[in-house]
C-alpha cells in the first residue's frame, strides 16, 4: 500500500504515513461481477465466486452513493445479456443490498480484529446481555458480578491497546480470563437461596432438597398430637423428608434450669394455619409449617470484681470473657461490675492480660439460676491471680433454706446475743450456745464470740445455702470465775444439793444403760458424726433403736466429750453408755452421755485418785519458746507471729506438723504416752498458699487428752498448736 500524499510504502492497516505523517485512508476494492466492495486481499468475491485478480484497488475513499452508481453501471451492462424483471426484482435488489452491506461491514469489522479483541468483543456482548438479564431480574448479586466483569474487560482491553501501561504484559490475558470466569458465578447465582427457606426475626433457617417450590401434594409424618412433647429437631428433619419445604422453628424461651427434661420439646406445631392435622391429611409442599419449642429462659449473671493494683511491676490492664467471649475491658486497678443474661449452663469466666492471652487466670460458674458473684484479682507477670470472694447462686434456694449474706468468720468478736438474733432473723430455728470460760485478765468482752459453726462447718462464706433447721453453735467467752464447775469447798455441798435437786425434778423419756450401735464420722462435715443407740435384752436381742436426727458434734452430749469434738476412749461401737435423753419424732433430744458406772466410769466414788499431769512442751524446746498461753483453763495456746523463731515444715507419721511439734510428739512417745492423730485435712484455695488441719488424741493408762495443729504456709509458716485440758 502506498501513501497517496508521498508516495511511500506502506504496512497494511497502518492509519498515518510515517513519512509524511498524512490520514491514510481506507483503501476498497469492488468485484468486477456483482459490484460487491470485498476485502483489499481477497482473491475471490465471497457474494458471486468471481476472479478478482485483474481488479483494480480504489485507494480513494468511495462513497455509497459511488458504490451504488457503479453496481448500477454492471447491472446495465449485464442487462443485455440477462432478462429483467422491472418491479420484483428492485424491491429484491433493495433488501439484499442493505442487509449485505450490513453483514459485509460487520464481516470486515471481525476481520480486521486480533484474536484478543476478538475474545474482548465476544465476552463484552455477553456479559451486556448478562446486565440486561439482572436488571430485568432484580438479582442485585448478578448486576454486581457483570459491573464487575465490565470493569475487568475495560482494563485489559486499555492495556492491550497501550493507553495504559500494565506492570506485566501477560496482566492483560489474566484479567480477561478472571472477566470470562465470573460469567459462571454470574450465571450461578440465580440458584443461590434456592435451596434453604428464609426465616424470620429469632428462627432458623432449615434447609430443603427442593430448589423450586411448586405445588406438590404431600402428607405430614405425624399428626399434631403425636409432636407435642417430642425435640423439635427430629420432627424438623421428618418433615423435611416429607417434602416440606417452608419450614419455621422458634424458641420459647420459658423453662427454668429444674425443667431440664423438657428442653427442645414440642410445644405447638401448625402446618398452613392448621394445628389439628392428621398423618395422611393433604397439603401443599410449600404450606408453612411453623414449630414452636421450649428453651431455657434467661438468667441474670452479675459479677463484681475488685482489681488490686501493683505499685510499680506488673500495671497492665484485663480483659474479661465468658466461655472465650469478650465482656469487658478494666483498666489496672480498676474496679468494676458487669452484669450478663445467659442461658443456664457451666461458663469459664477468664482474666487476659490485653495483647497476651496466655497471661491469664479463671474460675468456673455453675450458673442454674440467677448468679451475684465478686472475685478479686490482681495482676502478676505470668498470670492473673483470681479468687473468688463469694458466689451467691439466688436461682438454687428452695423453700426452707436460707443463704448466708455474710461469711461466719465475721461474727468473731461480736456479742453473741447479737449473733443469735442476726442468725434468727434469717430464719434459722435451731441455735444452740456453749460457753467458754477463758476470760481471766479482763482483756476479752464477755459475751464475745469466739467461733459460729453450722453443721460443724465454721468456715462457711457468703453465698452458702443451708437448710433453715440446720444446727448452729455460738461459742462465746465468759469470766473463768463464772464456771459453775469451778465450785469451791465452802459452796460445793450447797451447790451439790441444788444439782441433786435440779437433776431430781428434770425427767427424761431416756434414762438407761445403752449399748452404741453406730459411730461414723460424717462424710462431709468432718468434725460430725452420724451415732445410734440400741436398748438390749439379757438373751442380745434389739428391743429399741436409738439415734439423732442428723449427723451431731458429740460436744453436744455433755461434758465427757472434749470442746473440739472428739470421742473419749470409753464410747466405741459396743460400748454400753449411760443414755439420758427426750425422744420426739426427728431423734434424740436434750442427751446426756456418760461412761457405765462401774471400775472404770468417771462418775463412780470409788475414782478419787488423782490423775496423771499433762505432758506441755518443755520450755528450753522450740515449741516452748513459741509458748503463748491465753491464760486458760481449759486450753492452752501455743503460736508464732511468723518472724522469730520461724518454724519449718516436716511430716510425722503421715500428718504435716512443724519442727517444734514434731519434736513435743516424739518426747510423748517416749514417756508412754500413744499419740493418735484422728483426723486430718488440707487445702490450697490459691496458688502458693495452704492450710493443714490435724487433729490428735493422747492417751496412756490413766489419762486422755486431745490436741489440735493448724498451719498455714505461705511466705512462712504460721500456725495454732491447742492443747485441750478436758
Not at 43 to 54: P, T, V
Not at 296 to 311: A, E, G, Q, R, T
Not at 591 to 617: D, F, H, R, W
Not at 630 to 650: A, C, E, F, R, W
Amino acid at each position: 500500500m502506498k501513501c497517496q500524499n508521498c508516495g511511500a510504502d506502506l504496512d497494511d492497516g497502518v492509519l498515518f504515513c510515517r513519512e509524511c505523517g498524512a490520514k491514510v485512508e481506507m483503501q476498497k476494492k469492488y468485484c468486477r461481477e456483482c459490484g460487491k466492495e470485498v476485502p483489499v486481499d481477497a482473491r475471490f468475491c465471497s457474494y458471486c465466486g468471481a476472479d478478482l485478480g485483474a481488479i483494480p484497488v480504489l485507494d480513494q475513499p468511495v462513497s455509497d452513493e459511488e458504490a451504488e452508481t457503479h453496481t448500477s453501471g454492471n447491472e446495465e451492462n449485464s442487462a443485455h445479456t440477462q432478462p429483467s424483471h422491472p418491479s420484483n426484482d428492485a424491491e429484491h435488489n433493495t433488501a439484499v443490498t442493505f442487509w449485505e452491506k450490513i453483514t459485509m461491514k460487520l464481516r470486515t469489522f471481525w476481520n480486521g480484529l486480533d484474536n484478543f479483541s476478538k475474545v474482548f468483543t465476544i465476552a463484552f456482548a455477553i456479559v451486556v446481555l448478562l446486565l440486561l438479564i439482572a436488571f430485568a431480574s432484580h438479582n442485585a448479586v448478578a448486576v454486581f458480578f457483570s459491573f464487575l466483569q465490565i470493569a475487568d474487560l475495560v482494563i485489559s482491553m486499555l492495556w492491550h491497546k497501550g493507553i495504559l501501561n500494565p506492570p506485566q504484559e501477560w496482566l492483560k490475558y489474566i484479567t480477561l480470563a478472571i472477566a470470562v470466569l465470573f460469567t459462571v458465578l454470574n450465571i450461578t447465582s440465580y440458584s443461590w437461596g434456592k435451596n434453604k427457606v428464609v426465616e424470620g426475626p429469632n428462627k432458623s433457617a432449615v434447609p430443603t432438597s427442593e430448589t423450586n417450590i411448586t405445588n406438590t401434594i404431600v402428607s405430614p409424618p405425624y399428626n399434631a398430637a403425636d409432636c407435642l412433647g417430642q425435640n423439635y429437631d427430629t420432627v424438623k428433619n421428618d418433615f423435611i423428608s416429607a417434602g416440606f419445604t417452608e419450614i419455621y422453628t422458634d424458641a420459647v424461651e420459658d423453662l427454668s434450669y429444674s425443667e431440664s427434661d423438657r428442653i427442645d420439646t414440642i410445644e405447638s406445631i401448625s402446618i398452613g394455619g392448621n394445628n389439628s392435622f392428621t398423618d395422611g391429611e393433604q397439603f401443599s409442599k410449600s404450606d408453612r409449617v411453623e414449630i414452636s419449642y421450649h428453651a431455657y429462659k434467661k438468667v441474670s449473671v452479675s459479677i463484681d470484681v475488685d482489681f488490686l493494683s501493683n505499685l510499680f511491676f506488673d500495671k497492665y490492664g484485663v480483659i474479661l470473657c465468658l466461655n472465650g467471649e469478650k465482656i469487658g475491658e478494666l483498666a489496672h486497678g480498676e474496679d468494676k461490675s458487669f452484669s450478663l443474661e445467659v442461658s443456664p449452663g457451666t461458663y469459664t469466666l477468664a482474666f487476659q492480660k490485653k495483647d497476651d492471652n496466655s497471661c491469664a487466670g479463671s474460675i468456673e460458674l455453675d450458673v442454674k439460676g440467677d448468679v451475684n458473684a465478686s472475685v478479686q484479682i490482681s495482676c502478676q507477670s505470668d498470670s492473673v491471680r483470681v479468687t473468688t470472694l463469694y458466689i451467691e447462686k439466688l436461682g438454687e434456694i428452695h423453700d426452707g433454706e436460707i443463704m448466708m449474706p455474710q461469711a461466719l468468720s465475721s461474727f468473731k468478736y461480736k456479742n453473741y446475743l447479737d449473733v443469735q438474733n442476726t442468725l434468727e432473723n434469717l430464719g434459722f430455728t435451731n441455735i444452740s450456745t456453749e460457753i467458754l470460760y477463758d476470760i481471766y485478765w479482763g482483756w476479752t468482752d464477755e459475751g464475745e464470740v469466739e467461733s459460729v459453726s453450722i453443721n460443724g462447718n465454721a468456715d462457711c462464706v457468703r453465698g452458702d445455702i443451708f437448710s433453715a433447721d440446720s444446727p448452729i453453735i455460738i461459742t462465746y467467752h465468759m469470766k473463768e470465775e463464772n464456771d459453775p464447775s469451778r465450785a469451791t469447798a465452802a459452796t460445793e455441798p450447797s451447790v451439790t444439793a441444788e444439782s441433786a435437786d435440779s437433776t431430781a425434778s428434770k425427767t427424761y423419756s431416756i434414762d438407761k444403760d445403752l449399748v452404741v450401735t453406730k459411730c461414723e464420722r460424717d462424710a462431709k462435715y468432718t468434725t460430725m458424726y452420724n451415732i445410734a443407740f440400741a436398748e438390749i435384752d439379757s438373751n442380745g436381742n434389739h428391743i429399741r433403736e436409738y439415734s439423732f436426727g442428723h449427723c451431731i458434734n458429740p460436744r453436744t452430749m455433755g461434758k465427757q466429750f472434749n470442746a473440739i469434738g472428739d470421742l473419749p476412749s470409753w464410747f466405741y461401737v459396743g460400748a454400753t453408755v449411760h443414755v439420758k435423753a427426750n425422744y420426739s419424732y426427728d431423734g434424740l433430744k436434750d442427751t446426756t452421755v456418760t461412761e457405765t458406772v462401774g471400775t472404770n466410769s468417771v462418775e463412780s466414788e470409788a475414782s478419787t485418785e488423782p490423775k496423771s499431769t499433762i505432758v506441755l512442751p518443755e520450755s528450753s524446746s522450740k515449741l516452748g519458746k513459741d509458748y503463748d498461753s491465753k491464760s486458760s483453763s481449759t486450753v492452752y495456746y501455743i503460736n508464732v507471729d511468723g518472724v522469730k523463731n520461724k518454724p519449718l515444715l516436716q511430716q510425722w507419721n503421715g500428718a504435716t506438723v512443724t519442727d517444734g511439734v514434731a519434736e513435743y510428739l516424739e518426747l510423748l512417745n517416749s514417756k508412754g504416752f500413744n499419740v493418735r492423730i484422728t483426723n486430718q485435712s488440707s487445702n490450697t484455695p490459691y496458688a502458693g498458699f495452704t492450710y493443714y488441719e490435724t487433729y490428735f488424741e493422747v492417751s496412756d493408762s490413766e489419762l486422755t487428752w486431745t490436741m489440735y495443729l493448724n498451719i498455714q504456709s505461705e511466705n512462712y509458716v504460721e500456725y495454732e498448736f491447742d492443747i485441750n485440758l478436758g
